[in-house]
């Protein structure tokens, strides 16, 4: 696959985004043969094109962090991808702005001193976490139907399109990050729950993979960067008039209306 065509396809990717099109996965007809290692030159491609119209990385996003998704999609390794300033939401979602917008609760952890893989163990992550946070992740495939394989969803920057942040630091010793349980609360009835455990056994693992997996590119996991370690519960669709509260056991609980 060469460079013109990664660029083609990451640019139909962003254009989806942007036109809040849903478009047919690439692997269905177009590029069955779509490899992991292509499918994240495409991602870089498509975030350089991001990046050149204006929009800035924040920080790295985990994906697929769930051990009974690894069975669902034939897979044994995690996934990432990058959320940008833009992306932000306050208290409000516009489901206009997305295609089918779904939510995952998730522990947001802030390195002290960047850590660089391979090597990276689960201790290394948890002597060097500054503060941690509650966070909600916007998925919103630009794929029909969330129907993907692996290289698509890759490529596709990991589904990432918005996220909330708790404004309230914690101190990862005020907390059992395995233990912390969360339930997503949507007009007033508990739909999902979940706990820390359901991100890879502990969420420092999450950064323990994405630290390994970034290593062997040269590349580290930085300091000071907001990092979303992997949905606690499954994704849930959210619909215009929804009011969603997701409370956690510790971390600040989170609300946000659907308009």
Not at 35 to 60: C, F, M, N, S
Not at 92 to 100: A, E, L, R
Not at 106 to 134: H, Q, W
Not at 151 to 170: E, L, R
Request: charged content about 25%; hydrophobic content about 40%.
């Amino acid at each position: 696959m060469d460079n013109e065509l990664i660029h083609d396809i990451a640019s139909e990717l962003v254009n989806a985004e942007e036109n809040k099109v849903a478009i047919e996965r690439f692997t269905k007809e177009r590029y069955p043969d779509l490899t992991v290692e292509q499918a994240y030159h495409i991602q870089e491609a498509l975030i350089q094109i991001k990046r050149i119209d204006g929009h800035k990385v924040i920080a790295p996003k985990m994906g697929l962090t769930s051990k009974a998704k690894w069975e669902q999609m034939n897979v044994d390794t995690p996934i990432y991808g990058y959320i940008f300033d833009s992306m932000k939401v306050e208290d409000v979602i516009v489901h206009s702005n997305y295609i089918h917008p779904k939510i995952e609760p998730e522990i947001g952890i802030v390195l002290a001193e960047d850590i660089k893989g391979p090597g990276v163990t689960r201790e290394d992550v948890l002597n060097n976490i500054a503060y941690v946070f509650s966070a909600v992740e916007i998925i919103d495939s630009r794929y029909k139907d969330f129907d993907f394989k692996l290289s698509d969803v890759i490529a596709d920057n990991s589904s990432a399109k918005g996220y909330i942040f708790s404004k309230q630091k914690i101190q990862s010793d005020q907390l059992d990050l395995a233990k912390e349980k969360v339930e997503i609360v949507k007009n007033g009835s508990v739909i999902a729950t979940g706990s820390g455990k359901n991100v890879l056994n502990h969420p420092a693992e999450s950064i323990v993979e994405l630290a390994n997996m970034l290593g062997e590119q040269g590349q580290i996991v930085k300091k000071g960067e907001p990092i979303m370690t992997g949905g606690m519960t499954s994704a849930v669709l959210i619909e215009p008039g929804d009011v969603i509260e997701i409370n956690y056991t510790t971390l600040p609980t989170i609300k946000v209306d659907v308009k």
